[in-house]
């Protein structure tokens, strides 16, 4: 059975840094696009950051220089370091994986198996 857990949301202050981490079971991180992406209140969910094996990785305009995604193979972990947080980042973060990997995308629908996600908000 597929399951996704995130963990590492908490409420910073702007210019703070976060690690959010995913734990993967029943399937290896290894093989498949994994994502990161995030839903404000309001606002629709939006790609964060997404790695797609062999393919490469894509990250939002928003948050490049600042956040980086990363797979522990040994651990079957999904990790997104944020750095240099800002307001705008506030939101639910939810970690999916692809398994068609068909090729780098990093739209909602493009991703088949979901967490239940983990809050992060960020204070001026």
């Known amino acids: 059975q597929v399951r996704l857990v995130e963990s590492g949301g908490d409420s910073v202050q702007a210019g703070d840094s976060l690690r959010l981490s995913c734990k993967a079971s029943?399937?290896?991180?290894?093989?498949?696009?994994i994502g990161w992406f995030r839903q404000a209140p309001g606002k629709e969910r939006e790609g964060v950051s997404c790695?797609?094996?062999?393919?490469?990785?894509v990250y939002a305009d928003s948050v490049k220089g600042r956040f980086t995604i990363t797979r522990d193979r040994a651990k079957n972990m999904i990790y997104l370091q944020m750095n240099n947080l800002k307001p705008e980042d506030t939101g639910g973060y939810y970690c999916?994986?692809?398994?068609?990997?068909?090729?780098?995308?990093?739209?909602?629908?493009?991703?088949?198996?979901w967490g239940q996600g983990t809050q992060v908000t960020v204070s001026p």
């Open positions: 999916a994986a692809d398994f068609e990997a068909s090729a780098l995308r990093c739209a909602p629908t493009d991703y088949d198996y």
């Open positions: 790695d797609v094996s062999g393919r490469g990785t």
């Open positions: 029943g399937f290896t991180v290894d093989y498949f696009g």
